[in-house]
């Protein structure tokens, strides 16, 4: 029975058929995928058979069907087979914690809470290796490894979730064969606003690819390049964020970032779907999107507009950078709603980003550290109305503020 059958017997609305989060951890990557119904009893197949039992190792047969036709779908030549495996929950954790060893050093770990925190992104009191740890184990259902050309499945996964599944995570294997997503998404590129941005490409393209493949039948027969719009898809993907299980002590930087890649890239693949299919994704392979700006102006990206002005940062006394980062639209976005800044100021204020760097300095004499952020803007006008959130007391209090080495670039700072 086909996905589709089975959820037109279970009388399942589409409204209610949240499918999300799936991250890159590094090169890490994992989905997790759900079903919430009405009228449904969810220990068996309205037809009568077992459809959410676990995954056995048998769960591997679906890997060489299902890739014949998201390679038809997708129309990219699978160049290899790909190999398959079962992981148990322990390996799972395993496998999450040799990988944040070996491509997230500890320093780096480190030096990104001070920063996440130090910007109000994270709660003080948040262990963020530990957390990061319990959320990618808790939201896991499969996931592809460019490294080892290897797909691994979950033992836990509802069959009724596999097909979907199996075809998001075939689609990463395909991008892997012909575009390189090790080199394409290499944590050892020091711009997480570049990576974002790729990551959004490659998750947005895989989440295209899952609902042609699984659930055009239930739109209409429509293909995602056929809608006109996705945002009440979308809508839904951020509807599923706020239910999920798992999510509830996450805090909201992480949870929006973890959806960033699906919906803002959805809507990116969307955008270019409908202007030459998936043949016009290649090509954006080919030079992907450098910011998330890009990502989130979709447009920007086909006229070489938003992608990122360099910014650097001189200083004096001996005073030496020990970690630096691009964070990009999105993550200006978030820190400005983490200060609870009216939305239609948001967007006029970080629609008009160019560019940034943050940087955790350490001063020569007393070793103290602060943080300083250079967010650049097009326009003195819009990096005045930045400047000016800061008289605000919810940031005024937090933070320093001048101007930079000139009227469009505004530069934060705060004590550590």
Known sequence: MSFNQIFRKANLKLPLLLTLFFIVITNALFVSCWVV???????????????????????????????????????????????????????????????????????????????????????????????????????????????????????????????????????????????????????????????????????????????????????????VADLAEVDGLVGQMQLSSRIISGLSGVPKFLQRLLLFPYSAGFKFVHFYLKRGGYAEIDKIFQDPPITTAQIIHPASYLKKERTGKKIELNLSGGAKIIYSDVLGEFVLREFLETFSIAEHVIDSIASKWQGDLMAIVQENQTNNLKIIWLVSYGDRESAKKFKDLFNLPSLGKKFSVTFGSDDHLVRISKEL
């Open 37 to 223: 119904a009405e009228n449904f009893d969810n220990k068996k197949d309205p037809s009568g058979d077992n459809f959410l039992k676990k995954t056995s190792p048998s769960g591997c047969e679906l890997v060489s069907e299902t890739l014949t036709n998201v390679v038809a779908v997708r129309g990219l030549v699978s160049k290899e087979l790909v190999a398959c495996s079962v992981y148990s929950k322990k390996e799972v954790e395993k496998y999450i914690r040799d990988t944040l060893n070996e491509q997230l050093p500890p320093e780096k770990l480190r030096h990104e809470e001070i920063a996440l925190k130090a910007l109000g992104l994270l709660p003080e009191e948040y262990n963020y290796k530990d957390g990061l740890i319990s959320l990618y184990l808790s939201q896991l259902g499969a996931l592809y490894d460019p490294r080892k050309k290897q797909f691994i499945m979950v033992d836990w996964l509802p069959s009724l979730l596999q097909a979907p599944v199996v075809a998001h995570e075939l689609t990463h294997a395909l991008q892997d064969q012909h575009f390189r997503l090790d080199k394409l998404i290499d944590p050892k590129i020091e711009n997480g606003d570049l990576l974002l941005a790729r990551l959004s490409l490659a998750e947005g393209d895989a989440t295209a690819l899952m609902y042609d493949f699984s659930f055009s039948g239930l739109l209409g027969g429509k293909k």
